[in-house]
């Protein structure tokens, strides 16, 4: 079975500073990897999604994450961190098979900004 | 496109009364999802549906929690003889596929007193 983790409970970065959130992955195939994002009061939203192909993907608000079958891992990163970017994200992961597999989320990795 | 609609967004219960969630999915998702968020656990997997019917309930509390999806355009789940610890927002996500990605609604924030 396949699992997700986020090893930070919590990252704090200064607002214009650079980020990355960390994501591992257990499975031993390729599978599909997503990351999430959700601001306070609201649902979860799609932030970008990888399927196989470019290992790089970009998202919205200048979001993207890189894939690794090496290190079986998919990290976010933004170049200049926004206040508005304040919220908590979660990777998660699922198996390309045209079945009945749900993806799996990691615990969710709080991010604070400071101005 | 509405986005998955969830109602009520907030509901107060009363320790031992029985809480019913509602959830629209996407219009054309084959797939609803069921979740639980609270602080302390985080983001929990409750139940799946796909085509109506249920694929996975390993997340469901064996007692007192019972999900259902009547047709496509609705999903409910019911809590009987609420409990305090029952207190968590409840989210109900849709997708084209299982293992597609997952059009999340805002929950239903539940609060037993």
């Known amino acids: 079975a396949q699992s997700v983790t986020q090893p930070d409970a919590r990252v704090t970065v200064s607002e214009g500073a650079s980020l990355q959130l960390r994501c591992k992955y257990s499975y031993f195939g390729t599978p599909y990897l997503f990351w999430y994002v959700q601001y306070p009061r609201q649902g979860l939203q799609l932030l970008l999604k990888y399927y196989p192909g470019d290992p790089v993907v970009q998202g919205v608000n200048g979001f993207e994450a890189e894939f690794s079958k090496s290190n079986s891992s998919f990290h976010l990163r933004k170049a200049s961190v926004h206040w508005s970017d304040w919220a908590v994200y979660f990777c998660?992961?699922?198996?390309?098979?045209?079945?009945?597999?749900?993806?799996?989320f990691g615990k969710g990795t709080s991010l604070v900004v400071h101005p | 496109n509405a986005g998955v609609i969830q109602t009520p967004r907030h509901k107060v219960t009363g320790k031992g009364q029985e809480a019913t969630l509602w959830c629209e999915p996407i219009s054309g998702h084959s797939a609803v999802f069921w979740y639980r968020q609270t602080i302390v656990q985080g983001l929990e997997f409750l139940t799946y549906f796909r085509n109506q019917a249920p694929i996975d309930d390993s997340g469901m509390p064996k007692e007192r929690f019972s999900a259902q999806m009547p047709n496509q355009s609705h999903s409910t789940l019911k809590i009987q003889s609420t409990q305090p610890q029952d207190s968590a927002v409840y989210l109900c996500a849709s997708s084209l596929a299982g293992e597609d990605t997952q059009y999340f609604g805002p929950g239903t924030r539940l609060l037993v007193l």
């Open positions: 998660a992961v699922s198996i390309p098979s045209g079945g009945n597999y749900k993806p799996t």
